[in-house]
């Protein structure tokens, strides 16, 4: 079977990246090495029953030392669940596809996002900017991004695009999700990426791949970073344990405080669920508070509703379209708060939203 398994995993990532195929084929091998070594009398695709077969690999993977992590035992399970339905489709052996059942795979965990608090930010950013060296820089760069390590170290000599008159923004390559993006940086940033490129490349050398070098590999490169990471914190008192996704995190609730909408903070982040994006934020009193009052202040109930202009009077230029598709947001919203929760609230919920995307991309149109 393990030339089936091999093809199976073959078609499987054929639009996926090299690492994905690994990770399928090794997926593979365990499971047929499993087979070979408690059930070798298995030896087609036929033969293979839930119980013992896979309920006996499950505990194998359970039994596994060291423990695995709840998300790496749910990738095997994935993993094996889809080359099973693509050998089931191909083979026409309908009986694979019910040999791991949805209920197989564990539930992520609910993770609580991990900003850094406001102290512990300003006291890592002040060594940070006493030291400027190398990883300090490195460093200030993930916090004032909110990039990803890995996209970090993977920055390319020239990051720095100039967008606009007096307006940067940091090119990130393909990263976790395989997009690429561009997150608009201050002064600050810019200082930051040109002392990098000072401290790397003394010589101005732009035959220079990377922004940060790489000498022993980019793994021992990001080895370096936490591990300065951790000394920093140390150094500066703090006695719990930081990781750079952190700055993540921090650079997300910053962005949040400041006015930052939830759609472009997806945006600069790099996410393509808002889902994710919440799971950086990290709501407080302070700002429940603040939001409150906010709202007792300046109550959009309150605020003038537009002038419905007539049929006759709505002229048929840009100008027209657009309020006429303000003037049907604001009755439309009027009429959704009047009903009780349900069915038909959340149905003028999803209309409401597509008139606001009609209105976003009829503002495209105009030729100024």
């Keep these: 079977m393990a030339l089936l398994f091999q093809r199976a995993a073959e078609s499987l990532t054929t639009s996926l990246t090299a690492d994905s195929e690994h990770y399928y084929q090794r997926t593979g091998h365990h499971f047929l090495n499993y087979l070979d070594a408690q ?23 359970r039994s596994h030392q060291p423990p695995l992590a709840k998300v790496t035992y749910a990738h095997y399970v994935i ?8 050998l089931a489709w191909s083979k026409g052996i309908p009986l694979l596809t019910r040999l791991i059942r949805s209920d197989d795979i564990p539930s992520a965990d609910r993770c609580l996002p991990r900003p850094l608090t406001s102290e512990q930010d300003r006291l ?42 007096d307006q940067w923004a940091v090119h990130v390559p393909l990263g976790k999700l395989r997009t690429e993006r561009l997150v608009p940086v201050d002064s600050f940033v810019c200082g930051v990426v040109h002392r990098l490129r000072l401290l790397c490349h003394p010589d101005k050398n732009r035959a220079a791949r990377f922004l940060l070098p790489r000498p022993q590999g980019r793994m021992t ?6 591990r300065s990471l951790h000394q920093i914190a140390a150094a500066v008192g703090i006695k719990s344990r930081i990781v750079p996704h952190q700055f993540r995190h921090t650079f997300a609730t910053e962005m949040l405080r400041a006015g930052v909408s939830l759609p472009v903070l997806m945006k600069i982040l790099g996410h393509r669920s808002p889902n994710m994006t919440m799971r950086y934020l990290e709501v407080s ?22 002038k419905i202009p007539s049929a006759t009077s709505a002229t048929p230029d840009l100008s027209g379209l657009l309020g006429s598709l303000h003037v049907a947001q604001h009755v439309l ?18 209309l409401a939203n597509r008139l606001i995307k009609i209105a976003s991309e009829a503002r495209k149109l105009d030729p100024s």
Excluded: K
């Excluded at 390590?149 to 100039?162: A, K, N, Q, T």
């Excluded at 009047?338 to 959340?346: F, I, K, M, V």
């Design 39 to 61: 059930h070798p009398r298995v030896r087609s695709l036929r033969q293979l029953r839930r119980d013992p077969h896979i309920l006996d690999w499950l505990n194998l993977l």
């Design 79 to 86: 993993r094996l669940r889809r080359i099973f339905e693509e």
């Design 124 to 165: 890592i950013q002040q060594e940070l900017l006493r030291r400027d060296d190398l990883v300090g820089n490195a460093l200030l760069l993930l916090r004032h991004t909110g990039m990803r390590i890995g996209e970090c170290l993977d920055l390319p000599l020239d990051c720095l695009r100039h967008i606009s008159h």
């Design 221 to 226: 490169l990001g080895c370096q970073l936490r």
């Design 285 to 306: 009193l302070l700002d429940v508070e603040h939001e409150f009052q906010l709202a007792r202040q300046q109550p959009r109930y309150r605020l003038p509703a537009p």
């Design 333 to 350: 919203e009027m009429f959704r708060r009047t009903l009780p929760p349900g069915p038909h609230r959340r149905l003028l919920e999803r």
